[in-house]
């Protein structure tokens, strides 16, 4: 009876650490679906207010690649000499904020890389001054 027991509790045990990983990893994954919910509705809700002339309050300006030029005039163009530019579409804003946002995702992967890089390259540089006073120590002796 104690082994049932003893094992019934070790099932129990295991099943709840499996349960907190699993909330963890939910949580984790929220928290980034989360931010990156977050920054496209900011990218579109400054999209929205470039239209009404307040986007100088909202952060930075959309860069230059995200306008579309267009060469004729037409609804919610802007004339410009030859030239118009006109707002993106809803759907035109999404996919520059998906872009957007897997360029930043690329380059926190880089960024990081290097700083693991920078982390090792002072590690070995740590590692070779030890070493160098080590052997002016035992030069001493």
Do not use: C
Not at 18 to 46: D, G, K, M, T
Not at 75 to 104: K, Y
């Amino acid at each position: 009876m104690n082994d049932v027991r003893r094992n019934v509790e070790e099932t129990k045990e295991a099943i709840s650490h499996q349960l907190l990983e699993f909330q963890s990893q939910a949580q984790a994954n929220q928290n980034i679906l989360h931010a990156q919910l977050s920054e496209l509705v900011n990218y579109i809700n400054r999209g929205s207010a470039d239209k009404k002339g307040e986007s100088s309050s909202r952060g930075p300006q959309q860069p230059p690649h995200a306008q579309i030029r267009d060469s004729g005039t037409g609804g919610d163009s802007v004339t410009g000499g030859d030239s118009a530019v006109r707002t993106p579409t809803f759907a035109q804003r999404v996919e520059m904020a998906q872009r957007r946002i897997i360029e930043s995702v690329l380059d926190a992967d880089r960024n990081s890389e290097s700083l693991e890089r920078q982390a090792a390259a002072e590690r070995d540089r740590e590692r070779r001054r030890r070493e160098a006073r080590l052997l002016k120590r035992r030069r001493r002796f």
